[in-house]
């Protein structure tokens, strides 16, 4: 069974920095996605940043220049390194992983169980 386990969120001013950390546990083969999205109240949950296994990354057009995803795969776990934080990003973050499971085809997307970031003005 494969778990993921977020930690880094909180409560920081604007302009400030947070650290999302998500860790992966379980039988895995291969993880080759690794994704933040968000989700504000009332709204639908958006995409914040990806990085592949070839580590290219893509980021939403609100978060480029402030936002930093990495991934480290010996310890299985994507970070979120979120710098001069505003109030609009406040919302909890989910961290997604697609893998490659040892015994079954094909791809699984697994979810976190979310974080809450909140940026106060």
């Known amino acids: 069974q494969v778990q993921l386990v977020e930690s880094g969120g909180g409560l920081v001013q604007a302009g400030g920095s947070l650290r999302l950390s998500c860790a992966a546990s379980g039988s895995i083969l291969a993880i080759n996605a690794m994704g933040w999205y968000r989700q504000a109240p009332g709204k639908q949950r958006e995409l914040v940043a990806i990085?592949?296994?070839?580590?290219?990354?893509n980021y939403a057009d609100s978060v480029k220049g402030r936002f930093t995803i990495s991934r480290d795969n010996a310890k299985k776990t994507v970070y979120l390194q979120m710098n001069s934080l505003k109030p609009e990003d406040t919302a909890v973050y989910y961290c997604n992983f697609r893998v490659v499971l040892p015994i079954l085809p094909g791809e699984y997307d697994y979810w976190g169980q979310g974080t809450q970031v909140t940026v106060s003005s």
């Open positions: 990085i592949s296994s070839d580590m290219s990354t």
